[in-house]
């Protein structure tokens, strides 16, 4: 195996993903298919939010995500007069933009490097809830205006990617605070990142340890729902699920092996390759934020967290509308479902139902109209015969009679 490093521009991906699976099936367009192909054609909006501790490979993650550097990875340098000076951290968020398949990404970007490195982080936890709040206000405050702005950009985080270094051990304490505050405000997709540092079997129990300690400490992470509109997604849910938390391998290096480009990490004992499903969960994760699950997370970042915040808000913030934890999280055995996401489902099964009765009455009336035509031909054709009779008759008279 040759195993070269190629140069450190990684502007180029090789690697196709599919934005496609939501823009399959334009053959016959339903209005809200032709709705979705005007957005495919302007591009997607998708704001992401990356937490997690100091150093658990958050830039080098996004880097390799968006093939390019969004952040530069290592330790973080940053102007002191950003800093929060309770808590040492900030934000920084950037855009980019990028194409793939013919489809436009328009990627919003939020990270708090130095998250984690304080004895109490719940300063640091409140400056990521504050900026998703923020972006609700935002919206809010752009819908009650009289005159709205075109040129408002929609920032609402729809997918916040959770790191979690890779022990043995599950989760910290501070991961589990950090995440159910999170999962108040925004979806929440638990990653152990750097999983090239675990064995197989170290990652297996990892994986389990998380899993436990999510159910355990009810924290309503992304849902992976048991529906959906056939049996294949329906089966790329629960691998999906079975797959939470993602384990990620993340690089910007890319390497030639064996006169293929890929990228990887190389070891004195071999390579680890990014986008290969059997080293790291990394393409399976690509695909779910821009292909497979991108309009689910907008959808319940718009329908659920977004509302629940509105009510609040409009409310004085008083009623919330929020369940409690339990209520969140009735769960047991291998998957999560939380009363969230019952809600959710039961929505989006309310509107299927909805959408089959519109479609069976649409058939109805095609039938009755078809009915009523074919009616009126019949109608037609007897007035027609009885007259031909009758002039047939009269004929005959006439003819007898002379
Ligand atoms: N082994 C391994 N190392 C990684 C991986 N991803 C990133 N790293 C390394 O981890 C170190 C920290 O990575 P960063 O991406 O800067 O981490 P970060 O979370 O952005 O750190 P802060 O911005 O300081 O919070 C760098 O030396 C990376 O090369 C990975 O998948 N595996
Ligand atoms: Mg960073």
New binding site residues.
Partial sequence: MSLTPTSGDTSKSNETFEASKFLQGFGTLSPEQMRRKKIVKRGFNLSIM?C??????????I??LCNKTI??????QVAPELLDQDSGFHIQETKTEFEEDGTVIKLNVV?????GENIDNTACCQTLIDYLEAQFDDILREETRVKRNPKFLDNRVHAVLY?ITPTSHGLQECDIETMQALATRANVIPVI?????LTADELHLNKRLIMEDIREYKIPIYFFPYTGDDDETIEENMMLREMTPFA????NTEYKINGRTCRA?QYPWGI?E?DDDSH?DFAQLRNVLFGSHMHDLKEITHDYFYEKYRTKKLSNGHDENTLSTEERLPSSGNSFPTALNHQYVERKRLKEIEATVQREIEAKKRDLMRQEAQLKELTERLRTEDRVRHETASRERVASKG
Avoid: Q
């Fill in positions: 990356l997690g501790a100091s150093g658990s490979g958050k830039s080098t993650f880097n390799s952040f530069p990875a290592g330790a973080s990270e708090g490097p130095g998250f790191f990142s750097k999983a090239d540092t990620v391998v993340s690089s990490r680890v990014v790291s």
